[in-house]
């Protein structure tokens, strides 16, 4: 496969995952363990399929544990916070939030071997977090109560940026190891979900509709599409195309009629695809 092609096939992931926020509202009233273990099992259970239909059980017996140990603590970790983030503030302001991970991508791979910070990645950064910091101030429909979810999408942006980047490194592993790391997440959120959550099923076909689809899609598909982008793909430029993430996710729930067209929304977006888009700038230039 060439980088461009996994290039172009890491993207479909940005795709998928710009639905992900307007699912995430549809599944209601289904707690976030017991989504991410519904989900996880409908994404493992067809990469299992995947990984029987190329026949490559036999490399996932060589994979070592701590991998595993991380692609699960990685998938299960950002789902659970952000699934929790949406149910705890309004979707779009925790849904742009938790869109930072792009930036963050461009940032931490600044830092691998051959890498280095330029003046570029600092001012990128700065304007992203102004962005991140308008949906929380009093113009983006500041609401004291939804702090709480506001700070567990920032997690998630931390928590799947260094994911994206350390996966870089794990380039020998794999993508059919995703479909364990799935299986795995969906068994931790099951426990979890028994132990700390009262179960809900969805009430109605949306509901229903808008799981399943978090399965086979967002949570399911884009996980093995993004996987092959990052390992074999150009980072940088996926990172730069990621930028449309928060943007499309947003014109999604606004289209859907589930967040107003106001400015600070729309400002709030602008700043964090632009900032990400500076970082990407600087790290495509030779020293």
Not at 88 to 106: D, F, K, Q, S
Not at 121 to 140: D, E, N, S
């Amino acid at each position: 496969m060439t980088r461009s092609r996994a290039t172009v096939i890491g993207f479909l992931a940005v795709v998928l995952w710009a639905l992900l926020a307007l699912l995430t509202v549809g599944s209601a009233p289904v707690p976030p363990l017991q989504l991410n273990a519904i989900c996880f099992a409908i994404g493992g259970a067809l990469g299992l399929v995947w990984v029987g239909v190329t026949g490559a059980f036999g490399q996932l017996a060589r994979v070592p544990l701590p991998v595993y140990v991380f692609g699960t603590a990685g998938l299960f970790g950002y789902h659970a916070l952000y699934f929790s983030a949406l149910r705890m503030a309004p979707a779009a302001e925790a849904g742009l939030i938790a869109y930072l991970w792009p930036l963050l991508i461009v940032l931490f791979s600044g830092l691998l071997p051959g890498e280095r910070l330029r003046a570029g990645h600092i001012l990128g950064a700065l304007t992203g977090f102004a962005g991140a910091a308008l949906i929380v101030a009093k113009g983006a429909g500041f609401n004291s109560s939804a702090l709480p979810g506001y700070g567990l999408a920032l997690l998630c942006a931390l928590v799947w940026s260094g994911y994206s980047v350390i996966s870089r490194r794990l380039g020998t592993v794999p993508t059919q190891s995703v479909a364990v790391f799935c299986v795995a997440t969906a068994i931790l959120s099951a426990v979890g979900h028994m132990l700390f959550e009262t179960t809900a099923w969805p009430v109605d076909t949306t509901g229903w509709a808008s799981t399943v689809l978090l399965g086979l899609g967002p949570v399911g598909l884009a996980f093995y599409v993004w996987d092959i982008g990052v390992k074999r793909g150009d980072i940088q430029l996926l990172g730069v195309v990621s930028y449309a993430a928060p943007l499309l996710s947003t014109l999604v729930l606004v289209v859907a009629g589930i967040a107003p067209a106001a400015w600070p929304l729309i400002l709030s977006a602008g700043l964090i695809a632009g900032g990400a888009l500076l970082a990407a700038s600087a790290s495509t230039k030779s020293d």
